[in-house]
């Protein structure tokens, strides 16, 4: 593993898995959302977010967080190994509402400035739960034939469907803690 993605649902937990094994393997960290989203959530044209990702993904090793089909066939084409954390969507949408509550609560910054409002994560219709909600069954459908596809042959796929199963895995590149 030296090249690895992962995949799922908005808010279970890609970015955090993401970081806890560039960490672990002393490797960089690229989160896509990042690349994506600029002032005042202005999401990037569809051909600077691809020179962004080809650029951020141009070393031999990283472990990159995040969903964008927009440069799937950049991201899984040069990954080795993607990640698919494919838990239930009630367990899901409890996370990404403990998430959003946090950062709104606390105004965490996240890219380029922005921040979580009420109105944003509620009220939108560009709310992540609606995206969650709307994307969860289709992303079990579609994943499986995506990743199948030949020119994600030379891909290891690993498929977690709870976190304690992501956790038992994980452990095994994690120092134990004390």
Same mark, same amino acid.
């Given at each position: 593993?030296?090249?690895?993605?992962?995949?799922?649902?908005?808010?279970?937990?890609?970015?955090?898995?993401?970081?806890?094994?560039?960490?672990?393997?002393?490797?960089?960290?690229?989160?896509?959302?990042?690349?994506?989203?600029?002032?005042?959530?202005?999401?990037?044209?569809?051909?600077?977010?691809?020179?962004?990702?080809?650029?951020?993904?141009?070393?031999?090793?990283?472990?990159?967080?995040?969903?964008?089909? +927009?440069?799937?066939?950049?991201?899984?084409?040069? *990954?080795? $190994?993607?990640? &698919? !954390?494919?838990?239930? @969507? /009630?367990?899901?949408?409890?996370?990404?509402?403990?998430?959003?509550?946090?950062?709104?609560?606390?105004?965490?910054?996240?890219?380029?400035?922005?921040?979580?409002?009420?109105?944003?994560?509620?009220?939108?219709?560009?709310?992540?739960?609606?995206?969650?909600?709307?994307?969860?069954?289709?992303?079990?459908?579609?994943?499986?034939?995506?990743?199948?596809?030949?020119?994600?042959?030379? +891909?290891?796929?690993?498929?977690?469907?709870?976190? *304690?199963? $992501?956790?038992? &895995? !994980?452990?095994?590149? @994690? /120092?134990?803690?004390?």
């Amino acid at each position: 593993m030296q090249r690895i993605t992962v995949i799922g649902t908005p808010g279970v937990g890609k970015t955090t898995l993401a970081q806890q094994l560039a960490t672990a393997l002393q490797c960089p960290f690229v989160e896509l959302d990042a690349l994506f989203w600029g002032p005042h959530w202005t999401p990037e044209t569809p051909e600077r977010f691809r020179d962004k990702v080809t650029q951020a993904l141009a070393g031999d090793r990283w472990a990159v967080g995040g969903n964008y089909s +927009v440069a799937r066939d950049i991201i899984w084409g040069r *990954s080795d $190994t993607v990640i &698919w !954390l494919d838990y239930p @969507l /009630p367990l899901t949408l409890w996370r990404l509402y403990r998430r959003t509550m946090k950062r709104i609560l606390t105004r965490e910054e996240l890219w380029s400035g922005n921040r979580e409002t009420w109105r944003g994560a509620f009220f939108d219709k560009d709310s992540l739960f609606l995206f969650a909600i709307k994307t969860h069954a289709k992303r079990r459908r579609n994943f499986p034939r995506e990743l199948a596809q030949p020119e994600y042959a030379h +891909v290891q796929t690993l498929r977690f469907r709870w976190p *304690s199963e $992501t956790q038992q &895995w !994980l452990s095994q590149f @994690l /120092p134990s803690e004390k």
